[in-house]
Every structure is written in structure tokens, then in C-alpha cells.
């Protein structure tokens, strides 16, 4: 899993079949100190996050596991909304 903050939303009306209904995010990975940490990425989501939330995400293989036994086209997926995030002594709050 890797952490990410919601940084849009994607409409697409043409899509393959299996994402029908499924919302598409545009996902900015962030490093533990929260700055952003490589390029954006489209994923699907599974939790109903919103702009600018800290997610984690997951991709490849794992990336469908929420939506079983639907059959979805997903190389990344948000699969949890950080409520908050503790390295160590330091807690960066976010909710």
C-alpha cells in the first residue's frame, strides 16, 4: 500500500464495461512527510474519498480485490481514507 491525496476526479463517458458506476480519482502519491512523491495517477475508488484526503492506494493484481466478485479494469485502487498518520513521536493529524 502507498499513501496519495486526492487531487481530482476523472468523467470518462466511453469506459470498458466492468467500470461502469466506478469512480475514478486522480491520485498524487505523497512520501511519509507528505510532499508529493512522483506522478499522478488515475485510480479507481472503493471508499468514497473525496479532494484533497489522504488515501492509501494499492495496485496491480490487488488493485480489483474490493470490488470482488464484480470484474473490474483497475491498475490502482483506493482502498482506505488516513484518518491519521503517527511516524514515531511525530503525528501528522489529518481528520
Same mark, same amino acid.
Given at each position: 500500500?502507498?499513501?496519495?491525496?486526492?487531487?481530482?476526479?476523472?468523467?470518462?463517458?466511453?469506459?470498458?464495461?466492468?467500470?461502469?458506476?466506478?469512480?475514478?480519482?486522480?491520485v498524487?502519491?505523497?512520501?511519509?512527510?507528505?510532499?508529493?512523491?512522483?506522478?499522478?495517477?488515475?485510480?479507481?475508488?472503493?471508499?468514497?474519498? !473525496?479532494? !484533497?484526503?489522504?488515501?492509501?492506494?494499492?495496485?496491480?493484481?490487488?488493485?480489483?480485490?474490493?470490488?470482488?466478485?464484480?470484474?473490474?479494469?483497475?491498475?490502482?485502487?483506493?482502498?482506505?481514507?488516513?484518518?491519521?498518520?503517527?511516524?514515531?513521536?511525530?503525528?501528522?493529524?489529518?481528520?
Amino acid at each position: 500500500m502507498q499513501l496519495g491525496r486526492i487531487i481530482g476526479k476523472v468523467w470518462a463517458s466511453v469506459k470498458n464495461p466492468g467500470l461502469t458506476g466506478q469512480r475514478l480519482l486522480i491520485v498524487q502519491p505523497v512520501k511519509a512527510d507528505l510532499a508529493p512523491g512522483g506522478k499522478c495517477l488515475i485510480c479507481t475508488d472503493s471508499t468514497g474519498a !473525496g479532494a !484533497g484526503e489522504l488515501i492509501y492506494w494499492v495496485r496491480g493484481k490487488e488493485a480489483s480485490f474490493p470490488f470482488t466478485p464484480d470484474e473490474v479494469a483497475s491498475d490502482a485502487t483506493v482502498v482506505g481514507i488516513v484518518d491519521e498518520l503517527n511516524l514515531g513521536k511525530r503525528s501528522l493529524g489529518e481528520r
